[in-house]
């Protein structure tokens, strides 16, 4: 199993994501499958970078930086989450549509 | 104390003057304040001193409302927004006439303030006329120093301006073109100011008037003694500034507020060409100091040294009131008398014919230059002088009569007669001064009447307003021993020698006219029997002792001037004092036509002097003879025969006599003309400007606002509030992306 193992999984891991997204109602769901989509991407740049370039460091310090901002955007987009399904006591994406059209 | 001192001395004495009444004569000056003046007389009891009571009481006893009428609140409110405000300063109580008939309430003009009543008590004029007087002395050893020591001084105070290759000091220079100017200003200057005092007697303004004076002086002295072109500006516009204020000195009076800012106006125009040629004489030679200027200049390519000129010029036809810009100062008569005499006829108007006479090696250059300066000067020299026989306000004669003089100055720089023209600025400084303190003194004594239709007969009760304006219109007629006459026939000879055969048939011609239009306001007004209202000629009277004595000592250089600096003609003791100055000019040769005279002289390289018995002896009395002719004319027709001039209109051919006569009066209608093209015009481009700003301007600025508008609606329709919509359009765009990348790729 080479490189192309890796990218199996990865592609399937955003598509997973890619599809979650856009077919879930349920905000804190959606956030899960950022997630996914982040991490998909995550696991292609390690796996670049162990196969594609080895002794180079630049696919995981990518995958660690891309760690951190998945971690924030984590905290910061639960919290809204969280901040929204307390006032609207739902959790469905499509009840927050106050500043539509 | 050393001569340097002293130069440095002359216009700053007059600046503290000025210093000195704004600051303190507010303070100094006590005038009665005449309450509610403009209401009727039975509300005494409502003024608040009993000094106003008296004023009233005495006011009383003599009855002038035929003399002048009292205008009623209505018009006073209509002729100015500030009308009858009794704090204003420009209306006092008892102005005798200084104060123009609309704007006075008609109270206390029976003497020179109400007899018996409160008296005006004035202490601001003390300092400042002193200041000016110690500035003459000064001015005088100075002039004696330069004329008769022969010396020319340069003092340079401290660099004014350092920026780069860009000098300009503050130094002064005085040689003998100078000595002349100053001269004319100091003494014209301090006369006037002395002449003031009697003159704005019962004005609320004096220490205002004085103030303004001062600065003059000191914005005058600052141009004539200045020794660079920045200098020379900053005076000009300085003067500039104190003939708007002095023009506007009765700044109720719409007419005078009006006159001032047209003469403000009309000097910009000139003074825009001044300050482009000056900027034109810094690119070109990097200098604008007097003498490197004139040293350097014939280096310059001859059409840049004409376009200099003529720049220069226009500065000189704004300031001196030649055609086409001459409108403003007939206008600027509005102002107080001793302003029209000392500014608008024997100082400030000289200024342009000054800085021509100051540049004469850069007009020398340039022979086109000179061609302008003589043509335009010749023109409105039989333009105003045309002008100036039909006119019926005395101090509007004298105003064109000025016009046409600076012309002949003109006329004279232009045909490079260098030395004629500056003496016709000195002998006219001296006689136009004079005659200007005259008619102030007649419309004094007259009641505040200006036209001439309404006077006659006043030699009997002014005697020495009479005699010494006699003097005055003798020598503007141009008759022998008095300055004119040397100074007018200097001119002409020189056109003569010259080869300006026309030019001297219309300057014999204008001198003809000068001495018709001269006598016909002497005729009209000293002459014949009383025309005015009945109740006036009581009121007629000599002015005060301040206001006859300058007259006195005036005539004196009127009669003097020409015999002392004139003889022999073309030659005489001005000729050596101004020697230096046209030295550069007169080596060129400039103005010389060929096959003249002069020319033939001078390739001879003979000196051409007068003969009396000769050419020049012939000229003289051509000269003579016109003015003679002319004051004869007037005497004939506004003496023997008033009915004369009416048959003589009537009898120029094919009818056009009225029409010529309306025209004359109506001033050719230049300003008619002005105000159609360039008021009326102005207003049209206004609207036009006004037009494209509403519809171009803010049709693109709210035209930015609209598109944004509508393409925010357009827009506004994929705000779904469904993230998932959202979420497809991130997708979507970055498929496309990468489709795009993978096929450019």
Same mark, same amino acid.
Request: proline share 4%.
């Given at each position: 199993?080479?490189?192309?193992?890796?990218?199996?999984?990865?592609?399937?891991?955003?598509?997973?994501?890619?599809?979650?997204? *856009?077919?879930?109602?349920?905000?804190?769901?959606?956030?899960?499958?950022?997630?996914?989509?982040?991490?998909?991407?995550?696991?292609?740049?390690?796996?670049?970078?162990?196969?594609?370039?080895?002794?180079?460091?630049?696919?995981?310090?990518?995958? *660690?930086?891309?760690?951190?901002?998945?971690?924030?955007?984590?905290?910061?987009?639960?919290?809204?989450?969280?901040?929204?399904?307390?006032?609207?006591?739902?959790?469905?994406?499509?009840?927050?549509?106050? *500043?539509?059209? | 104390?050393?001569?340097?001192?002293? $130069? #440095?001395?002359?216009?700053?004495?007059?600046?503290?003057?000025?210093?000195?009444?704004?600051?303190?004569?507010?303070?100094?000056?006590?005038?009665?304040?005449?309450?509610?003046?403009?209401?009727?007389?039975?509300?005494?009891?409502?003024?608040?001193?009993?000094?106003?009571?008296?004023?009233?009481?005495?006011?009383?006893?003599?009855?002038?409302?035929?003399?002048?009428?009292?205008?009623?609140?209505?018009?006073?409110?209509?002729?100015?927004?500030?009308?009858?405000?009794?704090?204003?300063?420009?209306?006092?109580?008892?102005?005798?006439?200084?104060?123009?008939?609309?704007?006075?309430?008609? $109270?206390?003009?029976?003497?020179?303030?109400?007899?018996?009543?409160?008296?005006?008590?004035?202490?601001?004029?003390?300092?400042?006329?002193?200041?000016?007087?110690?500035?003459?002395?000064?001015?005088?050893?100075?002039? #004696?120093?330069?004329?008769?020591?022969? &010396?020319?001084?340069?003092?340079?105070?401290?660099?004014?301006?350092?920026?780069?290759?860009?000098?300009? &000091?503050?130094?002064?220079?005085?040689?003998?073109?100078?000595?002349?100017?100053?001269?004319?200003?100091?003494?014209?200057?301090?006369?006037?100011?002395?002449?003031? $005092?009697?003159?704005?007697?019962?004005?609320?303004?004096?220490?205002?008037?004085?103030?303004?004076?001062?600065?003059?002086?000191?914005?005058?002295?600052?141009?004539?003694?200045?020794?660079?072109? @920045?200098?020379?500006?900053?005076?000009?516009?300085?003067?500039?500034?104190?003939?708007?204020?002095?023009?506007?000195?009765?700044?109720?009076?719409?007419?005078?507020?009006?006159?001032?800012?047209?003469?403000?106006?009309?000097?910009?125009?000139?003074?825009?060409?001044?300050?482009?040629?000056?900027?034109?004489?810094?690119?070109?030679?990097?200098?604008?100091?007097? /003498?490197?200027?004139? /040293?350097?200049?014939?280096?310059?390519?001859?059409?840049?040294?004409?376009? $200099?000129?003529? @720049?220069?010029?226009?500065?000189?036809?704004?300031?001196?009131?030649?055609?086409?810009?001459?409108?403003?100062?007939?206008?600027?008569?509005?102002?107080?008398?001793?302003?029209?005499?000392?500014?608008?006829?024997?100082?400030?108007?000289?200024?342009?014919?000054?800085?021509?006479?100051?540049?004469?090696?850069?007009?020398?250059?340039?022979?086109?230059?000179?061609?302008?300066?003589?043509?335009?000067?010749?023109?409105?020299?039989?333009?105003?002088?045309?002008?100036?026989?039909?006119?019926?306000?005395?101090?509007?004669?004298?105003?064109?009569?000025?016009?046409?003089?600076?012309?002949?100055?003109?006329? #004279?720089?232009?045909?490079?007669?260098?030395?004629?023209?500056?003496?016709?600025?000195?002998?006219?400084?001296?006689?136009?001064?004079?005659?200007?303190?005259?008619?102030?003194?007649?419309?004094?004594?007259?009641?505040?009447?200006?036209?001439?239709?309404?006077?006659?007969?006043?030699?009997?009760?002014?005697?020495?307003?009479?005699?010494?304006?006699?003097?005055?219109?003798?020598?503007?007629?141009?008759?022998?021993?008095?300055?004119?006459?040397?100074?007018?026939?200097?001119?002409?000879? /020189?056109?003569?020698?010259?080869?300006?055969?026309?030019?001297?048939?219309?300057?014999?011609?204008?001198?003809?006219?000068?001495?018709?239009?001269?006598?016909?306001?002497?005729?009209?007004?000293?002459?014949?029997?009383?025309?005015?209202?009945?109740?006036?000629?009581?009121?007629?009277?000599?002015?005060?002792?301040?206001?006859?004595?300058?007259?006195?000592?005036?005539?004196?250089?009127?009669?003097?001037?020409?015999?002392?600096?004139?003889?022999?003609?073309?030659?005489?003791?001005?000729?050596?004092?101004?020697?230096?100055?046209?030295?550069?000019?007169? /080596?060129?040769?400039?103005?010389?036509?060929?096959?003249?005279?002069?020319?033939?002289?001078?390739?001879?390289?003979?000196?051409?002097?007068?003969?009396?018995?000769?050419?020049?002896? @012939?000229?003289?009395?051509?000269?003579?003879?016109?003015?003679?002719?002319?004051?004869?004319?007037?005497?004939?027709?506004?003496?023997?025969?008033?009915?004369?001039?009416?048959?003589?209109?009537?009898?120029?051919?094919?009818?056009?006599?009225?029409?010529?006569?309306?025209?004359?009066?109506?001033?050719?209608?230049?300003?008619?003309?002005?105000?159609?093209?360039?008021?009326?015009?102005?207003?049209?481009?206004?609207?036009?400007?006004?037009?494209?700003?509403?519809?171009?301007?803010?049709?693109?600025?709210?035209?930015?606002?609209?598109?944004?508008?509508?393409?925010?609606?357009?827009?506004?329709?994929?705000?779904?509030?469904?993230?998932?919509?959202?979420? @497809?359009?991130?997708?979507?765009?970055?498929?496309?992306?990468?489709?795009?990348?993978?096929?450019?790729?």
């Amino acid at each position: 199993m080479g490189l192309s193992g890796y990218l199996v999984v990865s592609t399937l891991l955003f598509g997973i994501g890619a599809f979650g997204f *856009l077919a879930r109602r349920n905000s804190i769901l959606m956030l899960i499958c950022i997630e996914l989509m982040l991490n998909a991407v995550n696991l292609s740049l390690v796996a670049f970078n162990a196969y594609a370039g080895p002794g180079e460091v630049t696919g995981a310090i990518f995958a *660690l930086m891309i760690m951190a901002v998945a971690a924030a955007e984590a905290t910061v987009g639960l919290g809204l989450v969280i901040a929204i399904i307390r006032t609207r006591q739902t959790a469905e994406v499509d009840e927050y549509s106050e *500043l539509k059209e | 104390m050393s001569t340097e001192l002293l $130069i #440095a001395l002359i216009p700053a004495l007059p600046i503290a003057g000025f210093l000195f009444a704004v600051l303190l004569g507010p303070r100094l000056d006590r005038v009665p304040t005449h309450h509610d003046g403009h209401d009727t007389h039975d509300s005494d009891d409502a003024h608040g001193t009993d000094e106003a009571h008296a004023a009233h009481a005495a006011h009383d006893d003599v009855d002038d409302s035929a003399f002048r009428g009292i205008p009623t609140e209505e018009e006073q409110a209509a002729t100015s927004p500030h009308a009858g405000h009794h704090d204003d300063l420009a209306n006092a109580a008892g102005a005798d006439g200084v104060i123009p008939a609309e704007l006075n309430d008609g $109270i206390g003009q029976t003497g020179h303030v109400t007899p018996g009543g409160p008296q005006p008590v004035y202490r601001s004029w003390f300092v400042p006329v002193l200041l000016v007087a110690a500035s003459w002395v000064a001015s005088m050893i100075v002039f #004696a120093n330069v004329v008769f020591g022969g &010396e020319t001084y340069h003092v340079t105070l401290y660099e004014w301006i350092g920026s780069g290759d860009f000098h300009v &000091e503050i130094a002064f220079l005085v040689d003998g073109l100078t000595a002349m100017l100053l001269l004319v200003v100091s003494s014209v200057g301090l006369l006037v100011h002395v002449y003031s $005092i009697g003159y704005m007697n019962g004005d609320r303004g004096f220490w205002r008037f004085f103030a303004y004076l001062n600065l003059f002086m000191f914005s005058m002295l600052l141009l004539i003694l200045g020794d660079n072109f @920045l200098m020379l500006y900053v005076g000009w516009e300085a003067v500039g500034l104190c003939s708007y204020l002095l023009i506007g000195f009765w700044y109720k009076k719409p007419s005078a507020a009006g006159a001032a800012k047209k003469a403000f106006v009309v000097n910009r125009i000139g003074d825009f060409g001044f300050g482009l040629g000056i900027m034109a004489i810094w690119t070109a030679l990097g200098t604008l100091q007097f /003498e490197e200027v004139f /040293e350097t200049i014939g280096t310059l390519d001859p059409t840049l040294i004409t376009v $200099i000129a003529l @720049l220069l010029f226009a500065g000189a036809v704004g300031k001196s009131a030649q055609f086409p810009l001459h409108v403003w100062l007939p206008d600027a008569m509005e102002g107080p008398t001793p302003v029209s005499a000392l500014i608008h006829a024997a100082t400030m108007v000289n200024a342009g014919v000054y800085m021509v006479a100051r540049a004469n090696p850069i007009f020398a250059e340039s022979p086109v230059a000179m061609w302008v300066v003589a043509s335009i000067g010749v023109f409105t020299a039989i333009f105003a002088a045309a002008i100036a026989l039909t006119q019926n306000d005395i101090k509007k004669v004298l105003a064109y009569s000025t016009v046409s003089q600076l012309a002949y100055m003109f006329f #004279a720089l232009g045909i490079g007669a260098w030395v004629a023209a500056i003496f016709h600025l000195v002998a006219h400084g001296f006689f136009k001064g004079l005659l200007f303190m005259a008619s102030g003194s007649v419309i004094h004594g007259a009641g505040g009447e200006q036209d001439m239709r309404f006077m006659g007969g006043l030699r009997d009760r002014m005697r020495w307003t009479y005699w010494t304006m006699v003097i005055g219109s003798l020598a503007l007629a141009g008759i022998p021993i008095f300055a004119g006459f040397f100074s007018k026939d200097e001119i002409l000879a /020189e056109a003569f020698n010259r080869g300006y055969y026309l030019f001297y048939v219309i300057g014999v011609v204008v001198a003809f006219m000068t001495a018709f239009y001269t006598f016909r306001m002497i005729f009209m007004t000293f002459w014949g029997e009383w025309r005015g209202p009945a109740e006036a000629w009581h009121h007629v009277h000599e002015s005060a002792r301040t206001m006859v004595a300058p007259l006195v000592i005036l005539a004196v250089p009127t009669v003097l001037v020409g015999l002392f600096l004139g003889i022999p003609p073309e030659g005489g003791l001005i000729h050596t004092w101004l020697e230096e100055v046209f030295h550069h000019a007169e /080596e060129l040769h400039a103005g010389v036509l060929p096959g003249s005279i002069l020319d033939e002289a001078l390739a001879h390289g003979e000196h051409h002097g007068f003969e009396l018995f000769g050419i020049g002896g @012939l000229l003289l009395l051509v000269g003579a003879t016109a003015g003679a002719l002319g004051i004869w004319l007037a005497y004939r027709w506004y003496v023997l025969n008033p009915d004369a001039p009416r048959r003589f209109v009537e009898r120029i051919p094919l009818g056009l006599g009225p029409g010529m006569y309306a025209a004359s009066v109506n001033k050719y209608y230049v300003d008619d003309v002005y105000q159609l093209v360039f008021a009326r015009g102005g207003v049209y481009l206004s609207n036009l400007l006004w037009w494209f700003d509403a519809k171009v301007i803010d049709g693109a600025v709210n035209g930015a606002g609209w598109l944004a508008s509508r393409s925010g609606g357009i827009l506004r329709h994929t705000q779904t509030g469904r993230v998932q919509n959202y979420g @497809l359009g991130i997708a979507t765009g970055m498929v496309l992306v990468l489709v795009a990348y993978l096929v450019i790729r």
